[in-house]
């Protein structure tokens, strides 16, 4: 059987010529896609690689400080003000309680300027603020004005323990009592806040008898179990004298803090009570509770033995607070009374920060010493200011040397240079430096020229024993009367003049005076 091929149609030829022309098209065309694609990647617009804004390299981001934040509201808030519009009661009471905790007495009383008067006698918390701010910051008369001007101040203690509490850190007693009497007047209940400021003015009157009314107006009242409040009886029943009282109290506290613990210890050492501030140290340490900064430094001022200091100054370096202010000068204070001065030295020199009190006690202990001046000179090189009791010290070294032109020097350089007025203590020392030194008649001029005020015992009591060092009967009788009436039951004058009139012969005299001495019960 024949198989005749057949050539392929004209049909299917073209439709393979057109399939294989529109393939090649297509490749063309992707072919030049690609080549248009890559010279547009190859030549495309480079930017360059970023950089910080110059203006911007090393800047520091600002920061505003508390007080620049409170004087840009006190700003705005003028200026609202200024231009009429309304501002609500309670911005006004949380600006001044700002005032208050950033102390800014100042921006507080511009606020005091923009607040209507009606607002101040009509809204309490507003009124309260401001008398807290005033009393707080030392303007208690301001305080006062505007606490008398309150319409509603029977609504709230606030105000009340606000000026209580300013007359008590100004030391006027009398007036912070004569306001919790006022409030018993005026129906006002106290509360746990009042009770501890009026006994500290009580105790700073050393008025027991008031105090133990309050005492018993906090039974009353029924505070007689609040810490925060038996605290401060304990304080003041210490400070009034009664150191058994204050120890009932203090024994009927329930949960003792370390405010209960530090002011029974400090009450015991105030009172000479060696024995038992040790004892209550041991108690508390053994409750799980810390002496503070205050009472260790307390302790150590009253302690006379060095064992003692030596053992709190271990326990004090096992707790890492040795380089506390008040507990450093405190133990150069323990070391130079038990005649350790080199280790006062030591501790001085390794202090990491100096204030006036480290600077009066490393001189004080070198009184007698040359070493005394020159701790002075340093104490000037690190801008530290001298005061009273520093010039006491050095003033008193150079009596003990002799060194009379640098004495004087010093007086002068208090006066003049740093603007100190002189105490009796400062006089009595040039009377000791010019009686040591023999120069009695000086010091005698001294008193009667120099003084700015009447000489007192210290004063005529140095020159009375210049007299008894030298022998000058004249000025030692005048010194001796002067004394006989300062002080007529101090036998010690007694006997200065006994020994001066002894170095003379002149035991007529000695027996008058002895016979003066009898009649006086000495």
Known sequence: MAIILQPPSFNSVSVILRCSSRERKNKKQKQLLQKQFHRQKSSSVRFPKSSPTPLLINRRPFTQTKIQALEAVVKDLETSVKNGINVDAELFSS????????????????????IPRNVLLK??????KLVRLYALYGDIDT??????????????TFAWNSLISGYVELGQYEDALALYFQMEEEGVEPDRFTFPRVLKASAGMGLIQIGEAMHRDVVRVGFGNDTFVLNALVDMYAKCGDIVKARRVFDHIARRDSVSWNSMLTAYIRHGLLVEAVEMFCRMLDDGFLPDAVAVSTILAGCSSLNIGVQIHGWVIRQGI??????ANAL????????????????????????????????????????????????????ILPDNITFVSVLSACAHMGLVEDGKRLFSLMREKYKIRPIMEHYACMVNLYGRSGLVDEAYNFIVEGMEFEAGPTVWGALLYACCLHG???????????????????????????????????????????????????
């Open 95 to 114: 600006l001044l309680e700002t005032c208050f905790h950033l102390k800014a007495i100042d921006h507080g009383i511009r606020i005091h300027r923009l």
């Open 123 to 128: 809204n309490t918390g507003v009124s309260s």
């Open 143 to 156: 305080a006062h004005q505007l606490f008398d001007q309150m319409s509603k101040r029977e609504e709230s």
């Open 322 to 327: 040795e380089w506390n202010l008040s507990i």
């Open 332 to 383: 150069i204070i323990v070391y130079s009374n038990n005649g350790k001065l080199d280790q006062a030295r030591w501790l001085f020199e390794k202090m990491p920060e100096r204030d006036v009190v480290s600077w009066n006690s490393i001189i004080s202990c070198h009184c007698n010493f040359p070493e005394a001046l020159a701790y002075f000179e340093q104490m000037e090189s690190s801008r």
């Open 472 to 522: 000058n009967i004249e000025i030692g009788e005048i010194a001796a009367q002067k004394l006989f009436e300062l002080e007529p039951d101090n036998e010690h004058n007694f006997q200065l003049l006994i020994k001066i009139y002894s170095k003379a012969g002149r035991f007529e005299d000695v027996k008058r005076v002895q016979k003066m001495m009898l009649d006086r019960g000495l």
